[in-house]
């Protein structure tokens, strides 16, 4: 029905169109039927990815012949690579491909990548030659590791195009303007973590197993893609303004303006701040934003960019785009804490692994069957699969009813709870890693070998303390770090949005390296003393790194907090875009919520 009345011909109110820019019916596309091909999707790709990066580690060490502290370092970088590159992706989703594009583009770049890296894992001539009898071990050419090193980027420029814009794809899918489709969109997030923990569980055990024993050639990216593809016809699409035009130079545009006018007075009446008539908006399908009081985090100083005066035309914005400018500028300073958690996150696939390869991995003494060190992440992801569902159909109704908040918490309430479960378990960890270290030391395991150090007749199952913790902690930080920044984002950056929550990933896992090299060359500088974490970790203090971290997430957690409490949420929009166009239209106001605890 062309009036929107009655369900089955109700057009969305969110400006949602197919790919061609023609409105979609609310019955024909959209809902969770398309958020299937999605989080299918979700599941085969995270199946792919963390094939590759969760046992990246023990092939640079076991085949590439690297240190303990090199092959860390370098699985890090390349973490913090694939983490960092979205930024690209949204980039060029919100300018000018539009993310469905991006996302197909991304994916073809990331199959690039998966095919040379199996390339570089299968032929024999881009492999070093295993170690010798005498234990010496051939160091790989350079020929090898540009082939291999080289799958691994390509593989992070391709996540650049994909990983920003999947999961806003997904998003996209609900109205905001329709009371029951708003209310699914809530449980979105949780329920697409929820595939990306299943794929996680599946590639640390099964493919883990695979790679360890059978081949390291196993992938399953082509069936991700083919996945999301299949479900073209069901999705609905956000268009992109008429000119196209990037958020980033908009942003620049405005702090060069404000200081440009740094010396222009700011009226006390907003009204007479530049500002385009709604009509505008309404015809490129966006919603105009009014100015925010002088309460939180204002940064009145950017409102001087959309002062009238006798400055170049260039100088002068509208209040829509300084107004969309504050709202990522107040992520900024939160982005800058969650960096810690992400680096301790990085500690998993590296260090974890690591302590898992010097002890017994035999499930029972009489048992043949051993356990691949990497396979411990799988109960990272178990807790998180349990965690995430009860904390969406238990914990949320149930708070729900006494804050009477949708979400049952706030979101940085979330973050913030992750983060104190964090302190908790790297301190349980170093003190796990303690009981490790003095087993080995009664032991006298302390010469060095190639796979970083000797096997102690101790279960690997004493980690599983430090595992089921972090995944409890990842549970509520990782939804609701992406639900955030997804959610405070301007309307016209969601995929930017998606992307600076996923920076926080990158400069954690450089975080990470960095530290760990600092602690190395810091702690093995003296003749005398025991490193904190050398290639034999039996021999190493790696206790007293982990409670090094463990007193930095404290630290960070205290300023998140701090942070928190200034905070304030971005108001939610009541009209739909069909309404700022009507003759009554009145300015959409972005006025804040008041301050909320984290």
């Not at 006390?268 to 925010?292: F, G, K, Q």
Request: proline content about 6%; overall charge positive; hydrophobic content about 45%.
């Amino acid at each position: 029905m062309e009036n929107g009345e009655g369900e089955e011909g109700e057009y969305t109110k969110d400006g949602s169109v197919d790919l061609r820019g023609n409105p979609v019916l609310r019955s024909k596309r959209g809902g969770w039927t398309a958020c299937t091909f999605i989080v299918v999707y979700e599941l085969f790709e995270r199946m792919a990815y963390y094939g590759v990066a969760s046992n990246l580690v023990m092939y640079m060490t076991t085949k590439l012949h690297q240190g303990t502290v090199d092959a860390a370092n370098n699985v890090t970088n390349w973490a913090g690579t694939v983490f960092l590159t979205p930024l690209i992706g949204a980039f060029v989703a919100d300018a000018y491909l539009g993310r469905y594009w991006t996302f197909v583009a991304g994916s073809a770049v990331y199959l690039m990548g998966m095919l040379l890296l199996t390339l570089a894992v299968s032929v024999p001539a881009l492999k070093p030659p295993p170690c010798d009898a005498g234990g010496a071990c051939p160091r790989a050419s350079a020929l090898q590791l540009a082939v291999y090193f080289g799958g691994l980027y390509t593989i992070a420029l391709g996540h650049g195009g994909t990983k920003p814009n999947i999961s806003t794809i997904g998003a996209d899918q609900f109205d905001d303007f329709h009371p029951a489709e708003r209310l699914r969109k809530l449980s979105f997030f949780n329920w697409w973590m929820f595939s990306v923990f299943l794929g996680i569980l599946f590639s640390t055990t099964v493919l883990v197993y695979l790679q360890d024993n059978v081949s390291w050639a196993v992938g399953l990216r082509p069936a991700a893609a083919a996945v999301f593809l299949a479900g073209t016809p069901r999705y609905r699409h956000k268009p992109l303004p008429p000119k196209g035009g990037s958020p980033l130079a908009m942003m620049c545009k405005v702090l060069a303006a404000a200081a440009w006018k740094w010396r222009v007075k700011v009226p006390e009446d907003p009204r007479e701040l530049h500002e385009l008539e709604p009509e505008h908006y309404a015809s490129n399908r966006r919603r105009v934003v009014a100015t925010t009081s002088a309460t939180g985090w204002s940064m009145r100083f950017l409102d001087k960019a959309a002062v009238q005066s006798a400055a170049p035309p260039w100088a002068l914005c509208t209040v829509t785009e300084v107004e969309e400018t504050k709202q990522i500028a107040r992520l900024l300073p939160l982005l800058f804490t969650l960096s810690v958690p992400c680096a301790l996150m990085a500690q998993v696939g590296t260090l974890f692994v690591k302590q898992g390869a010097t002890l017994d991995r035999r499930v029972v003494s009489s048992s043949s069957f051993r356990v691949p060190p990497a396979s411990l992440g799988a109960f990272v992801t178990l807790t998180m699969l349990v965690c995430v569902a009860l904390y969406d159909r238990v914990v949320v109704p149930a708070v729900r009813r006494r804050t009477k908040n949708p979400r049952g918490i706030t979101l940085l309430q979330r973050i913030g709870a992750g983060l104190l479960l964090q302190v908790v378990t790297m301190a349980t960890t170093a003190a796990v890693e303690n009981r490790r270290l003095s087993f080995a030391r009664s032991h006298h395991a302390v010469a060095a070998t190639a796979g970083g150090g000797h096997e102690l007749p101790l279960t690997i199952f004493i980690l599983l303390p430090q595992f089921v913790l972090m995944g409890a902690a990842d549970a509520l930080l990782v939804p609701g770090m992406i639900e955030f920044f997804y959610d405070q984002s301007p309307e016209s950056m969601k995929s930017l949005g998606t992307a600076i929550s996923l920076t926080a990933y990158g400069a954690g896992s450089f975080l990470s390296s960095a530290i760990l090299s600092l602690v190395q060359r810091a702690t093995a500088s003296g003749s005398s003393s025991t490193p904190w974490v050398a290639n034999d970790l039996n021999a190493s203090r790696l206790d007293r790194y982990y409670a090094f971290l463990a007193a930095l997430a404290a630290a960070n957690l205290l300023v998140f907090v701090a942070l928190s409490c200034r905070y304030t949420y971005r108001a939610e929009f009541t009209e739909t875009v069909d309404d700022v166009a009507g003759p009554d239209a009145s300015r959409v106001h972005s006025e804040p919520q008041a301050p909320m605890a984290p």
